[in-house]
């Protein structure tokens, strides 16, 4: 009697939780929904402060207004709780959206009213897809002008059947609804009060865990570290049961099994994590202290009797880039942390939790070759150990090249660029001479959807150009297609570089003697060194330019000397526009305070040589 009755409150409770992941491409309002979604379940006080973007907590990811990294959070609504896992929308953190999608047993889509689904939908989606997860489509900012959230449900539909949805997964239900005024509604044109709508769309479309009888497996699908107790794995129970105090095995991707203890258990509970004492059951997404020496896709097991479940398959990499330590002549005057040993032990506790990253040793112990998803998912590797106190300095992005069936093939992108008409010639014209191939050209109103297939090659620096040619109104988002025989030799990205000759700080006078060679990226009185690339020349060669001359006085007056100085403002460069921006010969050099541009070679007469060294080959 005692098995019977544990058996149905075992049940029960297993009823009473949804797992649901949130998945959208890139500013279609995933964690504006789930702060909503927080503050209908009461989780805040009547006068608590709260910020919006609640999750959206890493500075970084304020600043830029978008989620890098996935977070779990739970709501209680009429006796359900729901989890909620809140992922990143940009293709380059697709590995963060692949590892926690197996802790979802459905999937919220957002897909904005007047965009429609855009090329992460289609990433996310995909994913989703062929996880067999059950979908509920959101149609956000219907508040928009010139929306048709009919028309974008029926692309969401289309783009379903395209991925090859089960037709289970394409009869789904869909919520119309503006996450910023905090709304959803079966209907577009009759707003509600709250978004308690989707909640019980939530409740009753996602399905609830399907346990199976067996012994425990866990699959660790998510790390979180904490200063004083360490590294918590995060996933959720497959089967069976656990408890605090637990004798269990973990069981590596690579086949080795480790006996371990479970020290303590949480589960997710608002924003929060909650110690549990008692058991917790299969389906639930929980949080496990004392397991050593744990990766991600690791299986924790039942002790006497372990059954790995398969490990987490993540999209391989896309590119490459060099990390070495800053040997410039400005080196130390920022940083921390400057050393080689620092910089290999920052990068390969990084490789623990960023699961699309890889790393490679090169001949030399200062240098390793990094290789990620793309651009961002670099760069904000980069910016985080910026602001942590690192000097390092970067080379050029290259793609990973590869070799299918003794043909020499690239990875190519799927490009979309929303821009107005006048400039939509011009756009084709550039993406077109990058070997981009059109798909399609759709008209939106005052705007053209562009779509193509280009070589991730022809990305590289292509944002900048469009941005410039379309006055700053152009959209533009990519995904990986897949790889495809190369394309040829792509044109010269950029003029030739200005090279400062001796170091010390820019003089004004010098700048205003030189402006009519080109751009300068130094304002006046800023450091620079010997090598230093200080601008860019009109000229595709490289010229070598000192700044550091000052006007020579005499007690003589002359014609010129009190005319007016007007110096064009120095280009800044973003990270990325700078990680996109050097050439093959050149280096980043990133401190927490400055972004420098360099030759490798500093010395003119060693370049020189070098240049002759290579043409003789």
Not at 178 to 189: A, I, L, R, V
Not at 554 to 575: C, Q, W
């Amino acid at each position: 009697i005692c098995k019977i009755k544990k058996k149905e409150i075992y049940s029960k409770y297993m009823q009473n939780i949804r797992n649901v992941a949130i998945i959208a491409h890139v500013d279609h309002g995933k964690t504006t929904l789930v702060d909503r979604m927080l503050h209908q379940a009461k989780l805040f006080r009547e006068n608590q402060e709260t910020k919006d973007l609640i999750l959206d907590n890493n500075d970084l990811e304020r600043e830029r207004g978008i989620t890098i990294l996935s977070k779990n959070v739970s709501i209680r609504y009429k006796d359900f709780k729901i989890n909620i896992i809140d992922t990143p929308g940009h293709s380059d953190f697709g590995g963060e959206v692949e590892r926690v999608l197996n802790m979802a047993d459905g999937v919220l889509l957002v897909v904005d009213a007047f965009e429609g689904p855009m090329p992460q939908t289609r990433f996310v989606l995909q994913k989703a897809i062929e996880l067999n997860l059950k979908p509920i489509v959101v149609i956000n900012k219907v508040d928009k002008p010139n929306c048709n959230p009919i028309e974008t449900q029926e692309k969401v539909f289309d783009l379903m059947f395209n991925l090859g949805a089960t037709e289970e997964q394409l009869d789904f239900p869909t919520v119309y609804g503006s996450s910023k005024q905090g709304w959803m509604s079966e209907d577009w044109q009759k707003p509600t009060e709250d978004v308690s709508y989707l909640l019980d769309q939530i409740i009753e479309h996602i399905p609830a865990y399907k346990t199976t009888e067996g012994t425990t497996q866990l699959m660790i699908s998510s790390l979180d570290f904490s200063s004083y107790v360490g590294r918590i794995a995060v996933g959720r129970l497959h089967r069976g049961t656990l408890v605090a105090g637990q004798d269990v095995t973990l069981a590596k991707a690579n086949g080795e099994k480790i006996r371990s203890k479970i020290k303590e258990l949480y589960v997710f509970e608002g924003l929060a994590k909650e110690k549990i004492k008692s058991e917790v059951h299969a389906g639930e997404i929980c949080a496990i202290l004392g397991l050593e020496n744990f990766d991600i896709g690791d299986t924790v097991c039942d002790a006497e009797n372990p059954e790995p479940l398969k490990p987490i398959k993540v999209d391989d990499p896309t590119m490459s880039m060099l990390f070495t330590i800053n040997n410039s002549p400005f080196y130390g005057k920022d940083g921390k942390f400057v050393t080689s040993r620092h910089l290999r032990e920052r990068l390969y506790a990084e490789l623990e939790k960023n699961l699309a990253m890889r790393i490679e040793e090169t001949d030399s112990p200062d240098s390793l070759i990094v290789y990620g998803r793309g651009i961002l998912h670099l760069s904000i590797l980069i910016e985080t150990m910026r602001r942590e106190g690192y000097e390092l300095q970067v080379g050029q992005p290259k793609v990973i090249i590869k070799e299918i069936d003794g043909v020499k093939c690239e990875p190519v992108e799927q490009l979309t660029i929303v821009v107005p008409d006048a400039f939509a010639g011009k756009v084709i014209e550039l993406v077109t001479m990058r070997k981009g191939e059109i798909d399609s050209i759709e008209p939106q109103g005052d705007r053209t959807h562009l779509e193509f297939t280009i070589p991730s090659r022809g990305i590289i620096g292509l944002r900048n150009n469009v941005l410039t040619v379309s006055e700053g109104e152009a959209i533009m988002a990519h995904r990986l297609k897949g790889y495809e025989p190369w394309k040829g030799e792509i044109g010269g990205r950029r003029m030739g570089a200005l090279i400062a000759k001796e170091t010390g700080p820019a003089i004004e006078y010098s700048i205003n003697k030189l402006q009519d060679r080109g751009r300068f990226f130094v304002s006046p009185g800023e450091e620079v060194y010997t090598g230093m690339v200080v601008g860019e020349g009109i000229r595709p060669d490289d010229i070598v330019v000192n700044l550091t001359i000052t006007k020579k006085l005499s007690n003589m007056r002359s014609a010129g000397a009190d005319e007016k100085v007007s110096i064009a403002p120095a280009t800044k460069f973003s990270l990325e526009e700078s990680m996109e921006y050097i050439g093959e010969d050149e280096y980043l050099e990133i401190t927490p305070n400055h972004l420098r541009i360099r030759k490798i070679l500093l010395d003119e007469v060693a370049r020189k040589r070098a240049a002759n060294a290579a043409q003789k080959e």
